[in-house]
């Protein structure tokens, strides 16, 4: 079942949203080369903190970190180590669930440490722009198809791929309700969107095949082709005209 937020319910999820896309801001100034994951993680959960909110994704299904942190061939749930460092030219996903009050909004961003490659800065933008492709289709009466096929095209025209296995989804009281949002699909089809509904919309994208293998630490989703990912997301509200972007 979708759940349909109340005003009240939304702006929980807006105070939450709000930080989120604060911290994400604040990482570009953090990354670089010489530090690890850890230090990210623990800059986020000491920032979440500060704010007097819960970094969700700690403690979720056994997760260790307080944000995943997914470097070059990583696509998502990468464990934020002491012992992987950044270097020059890589490039790193954070992403971030924050919960106000119970309710939560959930982001991600992909940094570049350092000067990268075109090819790498390219992934990057597609992701973003083809997050932005999708919000052109996310209006009350419009299908959920029409924003994943959007999000498909954009970065199928770009000539990269998307991830089939991970998809966005609803978020709210949990971090993962219904729907689940697939980067790829058909316009027309799906469920039809209501003013109220709450989606993290995240496209997940990389350069070469989009098949994925998770890692003996139960976690760590990388892919098979060593190809590099790029992740993009915001947690949206469907509203009346244009949707309402929480954690930007
Ligand atoms: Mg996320």
Redo the contacts with the bound molecule.
């Keep these: 079942m979708i759940i349909i937020k109340s005003e009240h319910e939304i702006e929980m999820m807006r105070e939450a949203g709000k930080v989120t896309g604060q911290i994400l801001r604040e990482l570009k100034d953090v990354i670089k080369p010489g530090i690890s994951t850890m230090d990210i993680d623990q800059f986020v959960e000491r920032r979440v903190n500060e704010f007097g909110m819960i970094a969700s994704e700690k403690g979720y299904c056994g997760f260790p970190g307080s944000v995943c942190t997914s470097v070059n061939e990583v696509v998502v749930h990468g464990i934020p180590s002491e012992s992987c460092i950044l270097s020059e030219g890589d490039i790193v996903s954070v992403?971030l669930?924050v919960e106000y009050k119970g309710y939560m909004a959930?982001?991600?961003r992909t940094y570049a440490v350092g000067q990268i490659s075109p090819e790498a800065q390219h992934l990057i933008d597609t992701a973003e722009a083809a997050f932005f492709e999708g919000m052109k289709y996310a209006k009350v009466g419009n299908r959920l198809g029409d924003i994943s096929n959007a999000i498909q095209q954009k970065v199928e025209s770009e000539g990269f791929g998307v991830i089939r296995e991970f998809v966005g989804h609803g978020i709210g009281k949990d971090m993962h309700e219904e729907p689940q949002i697939p980067n790829y699909g058909k316009a027309g089809k799906g469920p039809r969107l209501v003013k109220g509904m709450t989606l993290?919309i995240?496209p997940m994208i990389v350069e070469g095949s989009y098949e994925v293998d998770v890692l003996l630490d139960d976690w760590t989703v990388v892919t098979i082709d060593g190809g590099l990912a790029a992740h993009y997301?915001n947690t949206v509200v469907i509203s009346d005209g244009e949707p309402e972007l929480l954690t930007l």
């Design positions: 992403d669930v959930d982001a991600c993290a995240e997301e």
